[in-house]
């Protein structure tokens, strides 16, 4: 974060006091939204109760080009504004909220940073540009940048072993050599943090990240990290491996019995609307269950997910 915003808005912010909201303090909407995650900065010597005195700092990974990624965004910092009138009703100010956007694809990001991009209409008219609600996404593209590059940044901005860790490993998350550089990372996190990490939390969260994220990242290599890092580390990994390896296996069956599901409601009902369509791609294993039991008697499709 700090090596992304602009230099004079980092000098008067107090990255020391800077919380990550809890869950329970985002909007529900905004949570459906699954943004990866929304920051609090203070200003330098106010607190948080001054008014104004912060911003929200909004950041959202990218891995596909969204065209519409602005519009995403506005929805974004529209629910993050009413979740805190709702939380400071008396409040008549509000907070900023910094839209940015991480982007590690290996083509360059070429949709619009705003709104109004994908709004040819407002060419023709322009006397209407300042009705028309908007948002600029701070960009960071991570396929523009060279190891060179993010290696100065590092530097530049003090991030230490784990924020090196954290940029090369969104930049190459996706690679097909990710499994070797999978070890040195995890190596790296663990000697970084061996003194004042002692149950291993910032290498679970990395491990579990790249699982998450890469497809690339095997079992095999969850198990050869147990080999180059600390002792206590074997036995962290090997049970994030089991883990991860159930999770992978149930996370299969669901996939399969969605996409049945699925097949079938195009076969009686030639068309699935898009209610449908968003509760079968978020429905778990018994609700699929039971709605393929519906799948013979149900008159809808709204019926078959009801």
Known sequence: MVSILPASAVARLDFERLTVRAEREVDEALRAFETDLLAL????????????????????????????????????????????HRDHPKARTLPLVVPI???NCERPWTASLTVHGPLPTLSELPELRAFVPNVTLLLDDLSRQSDDDLRQRVMASAMGPIGAVALEALKHVQDAE????????VLRVSRATADNDPDLRAVVRLLHSLFDASSGISAETLKATASVGPERMEETVMTLARQW??????????????????????????VIPRSVKTALETADEPSLSVWASRIFSAPSAEEVVA
């Not at 990710?178 to 990372?185: L, S, Y």
């Open 41 to 84: 900065v203070t200003l330098v010597e106010t607190s948080e109760e001054a008014s104004g005195a912060f911003i929200y700092v909004l950041v959202e990974h990218q891995s596909t080009r969204d065209p519409f990624m602005a519009l995403r965004a506005l929805t974004y910092v529209g629910q993050v504004w009413q979740a805190w």
């Open 101 to 103: 956007v991480v982007y």
């Open 178 to 185: 990710v499994d070797a550089r999978a070890i040195d990372w």
């Open 245 to 270: 390896i159930a999770e992978g296996e149930a996370k299969g069956r669901v996939e399969g019995e969605r996409a049945l599901l699925r097949a079938l409601i195009v076969h009686k009902f030639g």
